[in-house]
């Protein structure tokens, strides 16, 4: 490059004074020899200093779900085939040295058909409705073109001890402390799952990483970040070692207004947070700073987490009047909440790592407040509203209250001091009432959610308000393998209503995307809610007995309900047929309890071959009991709410090192014997003999149901690079449900998913 472009600035400079006389000439090339260095120096680039850079990848993928023996739950699912591609361009300019800008695409093809609405096939009767085509793998919003992960714009500034970046957008990955901006799930993944948002890697190397070593905690398939959209600033070096970040976002799932009429996502949550206005209504702030190098290699940081709400959102009817069907005459109430905290992290030793993180919440609620002079509407005498009477629809007022501040703490340690045998603690201690809407006490993507929940595997898997406990883990490798122990015990911190939630962990994901309601990025409440009617899946009581009660994010009518990647259940473990006819749910302090082994060996020298033969297992128990339990083994010991037991083999070999292939066998359980039906009685049936079925209450019954579910998988699939930077993944999986006292929720399905993804 230097040579040519000096021969070039050379052939110019003697271009122009080959038209001078001979004396001229020489006198002229003498007088540029002193700037032809510099001139030839500007012109080339520095090794930082590139025009355009534009990487990504495209990939097709085929799904296809097929319910050999159908229950009611998928009876508009039982055969179902969804086609789609997406190209992902990520592209980088930089100007100079010092200045990057960059811009993130995401373009999703959904090529199987679906339609935003059902009317698209009816267009005779509402002509108003044109067919239009949605992506639906990716959202059920109203809209005719989404994005998949994310689509931003951002520029990076570089200047000495100075560092900045600021992106926009539709989806911005970004994490704060455990407490106000964190993710966190250590269930592994395993090779079998090939995720969509795998990075580029060799399939030897996909299966090392997975195989012999398989990611529980950070990393991209695992990392600790979650997902916004709007503006955010990180100052990633500043002077002093300094740091910091902001953040101001309008997720989708605190857009709780109407605003325009049309929609009011009401905590339904989503990966895919700007979809929808910029009015900022329902509005997240963030702010972080941090100092490092702080005795070497500790972090200290303070960060602020807030969400707020315009307070005439109480105002507006489709809000309003979820409140007014609730049972027990409640008044719309509004939750801002603000959340600060303190952390540290970084190595106290070079073998002891510590991260912690101290903080409090504060919930400032908005009530709305009817006009007492007002003829359309009357109070009970405990101050409720009278449910025969409606809302004025003017702008009574509202009444504002701020709570107590409540605590939470969590705090890790991982130690390394036993070579060979790295260990790893936890301990949680998290108030009632201690709520942070994106942090690892929340479970799920539900930023409003604040049901009192008992969930199967909390505190090993998920955090949640009102607990405290430890989590402790044991995590060796050696030769050919390794294994991984984990035993945890937590509990609620006061008593709460035994309602229990637990994800299906074997089939869960399959069983949600096999569902019309399925989308990766904004889940719907309940599972089945895409068929004619909520009632396709015969599902335990829950808090309420009614579908339609209460507000969208409080409903707990107990049953299926989706989750990001996963399937959720739940239910109210009831003592006795009374309690469920009276809808008084036991409150007890309840413990959580998990034990789990995983662990992998290269049996390849055991058959003769140099090819890697890995053979993974991975088994689990868990419970909730209203007593400390050592170990949940069965739902008859005493005080056991729900036990389940989670089994999975998965072999995996190296045939060639471009072509693997993957195996799994598993079986997953859940039991309890506190469930409970509600069935509808015909005209004039009485109660059945030997109590089968407790307390008339109108028209309904009430009935024993004992939760006994057996989920079977065995499934066989491979990854395979046949050419550079181009890959072939496939699974086919035969899965099974059984429920032994409700036969009419027994299904069998085959699954079957092909991806190829091409990276340039």
């Not at 529980?216 to 997902?227: I, P, Q």
């Not at 969400?307 to 027990?328: A, G, L, M």
Request: hydrophobic share 35%.
């Amino acid at each position: 490059m230097r040579k040519t472009v000096s021969s070039l600035l050379l052939a110019s400079s003697l271009g122009a004074a080959w038209a001078l006389p001979p004396q001229l000439q020489l006198d002229s090339l003498h007088a540029s020899l002193d700037t032809l260095s510099n001139n030839m120096e500007s012109t080339l680039l520095g090794k930082d200093d590139l025009p355009l850079a534009v990487s990504g990848y495209m990939a097709f993928r085929l799904k296809n779900f097929h319910y050999s023996e159908q229950s009611p739950w998928v009876r508009d699912d039982q055969a179902r085939t969804s086609v789609d591609a997406l190209l992902n361009v990520n592209i980088v300019a930089m100007p100079n040295s010092y200045i990057t800008l960059f811009t993130n695409l995401m373009f999703p093809f959904d090529l199987s058909g679906f339609f935003t609405n059902k009317l698209a096939k009816n267009p005779t009767e509402a002509p108003g409705n044109n067919d239009e085509r949605v992506l639906f793998d990716h959202s059920t919003d109203y809209y005719a073109s989404t994005i998949n992960e994310e689509m931003n714009v951002g520029v990076d500034i570089r200047a000495g001890v100075f560092g900045a970046y600021v992106t926009a957008g539709g989806v911005i990955w970004a994490n704060a402390s455990p407490l106000t901006m964190w993710e966190r799930e250590t269930n592994p993944r395993f090779v079998w799952q090939y995720e969509l948002f795998e990075d580029e890697k060799t399939v030897s190397t996909y299966y090392k990483e997975k195989a012999f070593k398989p990611v529980k905690e950070g990393g991209r398939a695992f990392w600790t970040n979650r997902s916004f959209g709007g503006v955010f600033a990180n100052f990633y070096q500043l002077p002093y070692d300094m740091k910091a970040q902001f953040l101001v976002s309008q997720p989708a799932d605190a857009d709780m207004g109407t605003r325009d009429g049309l929609r009011m996502y009401g905590g339904q949550p989503g990966e895919l947070e700007m979809m929808g206005g910029y009015d900022l209504r329902g509005t997240v702030l963030h702010g972080r700073i941090a100092k490092e190098k702080i005795a070497d290699n500790l972090t200290v940081g303070v960060n602020y987490m807030g969400v707020t709400f315009d307070k005439d959102i109480i105002y507006e009817d489709e809000f309003r009047t979820q409140w007014i069907t609730q049972s027990e005459g409640g008044l719309p109430v509004l939750l801002n909440t603000h959340v600060i905290t303190a952390d540290v992290k970084g190595n106290i030793t070079p073998k002891l790592f510590l991260m912690g993180d101290i903080g409090v919440s504060i919930t400032d609620s908005t009530t709305f407040v009817p006009d007492p002079d007002a003829a359309d509407y009357s109070l009970n005498a405990d101050g409720s509203v009278n449910m025969n009477s409606g809302y004025s629809s003017r702008k009574e007022g509202y009444v504002s209250t701020v709570n107590s501040p409540k605590v939470g703490a969590y705090i890790k340690a991982q130690s390394k001091y036993v070579e060979g045998w790295p260990m790893t603690a936890e301990l949680v201690f998290f108030q009632p009432g201690f709520y942070s809407p994106y942090s690892l006490t929340n479970p799920s993507r539900f930023p409003g959610w604040r049901k009192n929940e008992a969930y199967l595997n909390g505190g090993a898997l998920r955090y949640s308000p009102n607990m405290t406990g430890i989590n402790f883990k044991l995590e060796p490798s050696f030769n050919r393998g390794y294994f991984d122990f984990q035993y945890a015990q937590h509990r609620q911190i006061e008593a709460g209503p035994d309602v229990i939630a637990f994800n299906y962990r074997l089939n869960g994901r399959n069983m949600w995307e096999s569902s019309n309601s399925w989308t990766k990025h904004k889940p719907l409440f309940v599972a089945d809610s895409g068929n004619a009617s909520w009632c396709g899946y015969i599902n335990r009581v829950g808090a309420s007995k009614n579908s339609s009660d209460g507000v969208k994010m409080y409903r707990q009518r107990g049953g299926l309900y989706g989750g990001t990647w996963e399937l959720w259940e739940s239910f109210a473990a009831f003592e006795n047929g009374d309690q469920v006819a009276k809808g008084e749910i036991p409150e007890h302090a309840k413990w959580s309890s998990y034990l789990s082994f995983m662990g992998g060996y290269d049996i390849g020298h055991w058959i003769g071959t140099d090819r890697n033969v890995m053979l993974t297992g991975f088994f689990a128990l868990s419970g909730v009991s209203t007593a400390f339990t050592p170990l949940a083994v069965s739902e008859k010991q005493s005080n056991m709410l729900l036990t389940s037991f989670f089994g999975q083999i998965e072999p995996t070999v190296a045939v060639t090192p471009t072509f693997h292939m993957v195996g799994i066998v598993g079986l997953e359980t859940f039991r309890s014997d506190k469930a409970y039906l509600m069935l509808t009685a015909d005209n004039g049936t009485s109660k059945t003999a030997k109590n089968t079925y407790y307390y008339e209450v109108n028209t309904s019954y009430y009935k024993k149901a004992p939760i006994n579910y057996k989920d079977f998988a065995i499934g066989l699939g491979f990854d395979w690079d046949f050419s550079d930077r181009v890959g072939l993944h496939f699974r086919y999986k035969f899965m099974t449900h059984s429920d032994e006292t409700v036969p009419d929720n027994d299904w069998h399905s085959h699954y079957i998913a092909a991806e190829t993804k091409a990276w340039f």
